[in-house]
């Protein structure tokens, strides 16, 4: 079983909609969780990062986090095709606290 | 500002050739790691360490090494260089609490 899973996608969602992005994790110590965006042939950049149960917003990107379920997702609203990038969710903390767990990514493509 | 910085960016080297990546930040961050990517697998953690003189296997370390002399730097050795290694090499840091900032990536091939 792997730690932190995700749909590879590709998610297809036309401009201006919402984009729903999904992740699971399987250690229930887990403490911190990052969302990354990484564009073709960049490197991962920090999109948000969420430690509470509950919903954290950053302009039009929303983070969910269900410690109880081991679910957290990112909403992102009004899409852009600028958008379109590959989405990392990485989880932090449990027995070996310091280290990042990442899911495969979600392929997001926002169609004008 | 702080930064990540790895090199060389791209690499091609033979089969069987020692190869060294280097991987230097000026966050002053204890925590470092390597990870390679590649496709259908996503980041997959090969070395990392918690400070100097610490250095802890990943997931694939089979056929990697690392040291950690100082701080700034963590280089990832190739011992033999396979094709099985071709791949796109990441370093990151961080601090204990915080999340893991991402140098631009090494792209390696094995010819």
């Known amino acids: 079983q792997k730690e932190v899973e995700q749909n590879s996608g590709p998610l297809s969602v036309p401009e201006g909609a919402i984009a729903s992005l999904n992740c699971t994790y399987s250690d229930r110590g887990s403490q911190s969780f990052f969302w990354y965006r990484q564009y073709s042939g960049k490197s991962p950049e920090l999109i948000m990062f969420i430690y509470s149960n509950g919903d954290k917003e950053d302009g039009r990107f929303t983070a969910q986090l269900n410690k109880a379920s081991q679910y957290v997702s990112l909403l992102i609203r009004d899409s852009q095709p600028s958008d379109s990038a590959t989405y990392l969710c990485?989880?932090?903390?449990?027995?070996?606290?310091?280290?990042?767990?990442f899911g495969s990514g979600t392929k997001l493509n926002v169609k004008p | 500002d702080a930064e990540i910085t790895q090199s060389p960016r791209h690499k091609i080297t033979e089969t069987g050739r020692q190869v060294t990546l280097a991987c230097h930040q000026t966050w002053n961050h204890n925590n470092m790691f390597w990870y390679r990517q590649d496709l259908g697998h996503g980041l997959r953690l090969i070395h990392y360490s918690y400070g100097v003189q610490d250095t802890n296997k990943g997931e694939v370390s089979d056929g990697y090494s690392v040291s950690r002399s100082n701080t700034e730097d963590l280089p990832l050795t190739l011992e033999s260089a396979a094709s099985s290694q071709t791949s796109v090499y990441f370093c990151?840091?961080?601090?204990?609490?915080?999340?893991?900032?991402f140098g631009q990536g090494t792209r390696l091939t094995v010819v």
């Open positions: 990151a840091s961080s601090e204990p609490t915080g999340e893991a900032f």
């Open positions: 990485a989880v932090k903390g449990g027995y070996n606290f310091n280290k990042f767990y």
